[in-house]
């Protein structure tokens, strides 16, 4: 899989590249970046990549012309002329796009080429969104000052969940946002498996040696070597601590008749600490 990142701070990726999982991906050559100065696409001394916005206001716009040429070097047309490729797919990280998610890295990951454009100052001229690109992504609700961050944390999700890059595949499935049990196919035949897919919700509490630190003991449960129990247990605690952190995941999330009992005991135990 390629990744393309159109951004003024080439520098900017520099040491992010660098490191674990990414590194050996590129190694492995199974991940390739290209990362392209916006800049190197202007022909003025100044190398002028924004202007100031029509109709007045704040800030600086990234001017269409620079975009549009760096496109056409990468070899990508207008949206209306790659109707039905389904290999590659152009992204505007921007603070107006859709909320970056679990399952549309999953999405991305199945392409063959993901463009990623760093939006900067007030943002890229929308003429630049409305031709080229297929998706605006915003990876939270706060504005950063460019699109580099966001670029690289969609980067990292997708990535890793590319077959062959994590050292065990069950790795990308069981873990907050993962897939439901029924989507998990992973499985060794005849070995029970103690995780418990997330099917949208947050990953369980994890422990490891020693058996008790700082005065806290790891749950027995965790050390008895009942699969069953342990599974049992760690589909409540995910359930506790999405209810806890993120209820509003549980609207759409993968739920039991028993995930749905176990949630109205832990909300009945809230109300009675209530005062």
Request: glycine share 10%; with cysteine.
């Amino acid at each position: 899989m390629r990744f393309e990142i159109i951004t003024i701070f080439p520098g900017f990726f520099a040491g992010f590249f660098e490191h674990g999982i990414l590194r050996r991906a590129q190694a492995d050559g199974l991940v390739t970046i290209g990362v392209h100065d916006l800049r190197t696409f202007t022909h003025d001394r100044h190398r002028t990549v924004d202007d100031r916005p029509f109709g007045g206001g704040e800030g600086m716009v990234l001017k269409p012309e620079p975009l549009c040429e760096a496109f056409q070097s990468l070899d990508i047309a207008r949206k209306t002329e790659r109707i039905g490729d389904s290999r590659t797919r152009v992204i505007l990280t921007s603070a107006q796009g859709r909320p970056f998610t679990q399952a549309i890295a999953r999405e991305l990951a199945k392409l063959e080429r993901v463009v990623l454009v760093c939006g900067r100052y007030e943002g890229v001229d929308e003429r630049i969104n409305e031709l080229y690109c297929d998706q605006e992504l915003s990876i939270g609700d706060y504005v950063l000052s460019g699109g580099e961050l966001a670029a690289s944390v969609v980067l990292d999700a997708t990535m890793r969940l590319i077959p062959g890059v994590l050292g065990n595949e069950a790795s990308g499935e069981f873990e907050s946002f993962g897939v439901a049990d029924a989507a998990i196919f992973t499985d060794e035949a005849g070995v029970p498996r103690s995780q418990h897919g997330a099917g949208g919700l947050l990953d369980y509490p994890h422990y490891t040696r020693p058996a008790e630190f700082g005065g806290l003991k790891a749950p027995e449960v965790l050390l008895n070597g009942d699969h069953q129990q342990i599974r049992k247990w760690r589909r409540e605690q995910q359930l506790r601590k999405t209810l806890a952190n993120r209820p509003d995941l549980l609207e759409h999330a993968a739920l039991s008749d028993e995930d749905r009992r176990i949630l109205r005991e832990i909300a009945a135990g809230k109300a009675e600490k209530t005062p």
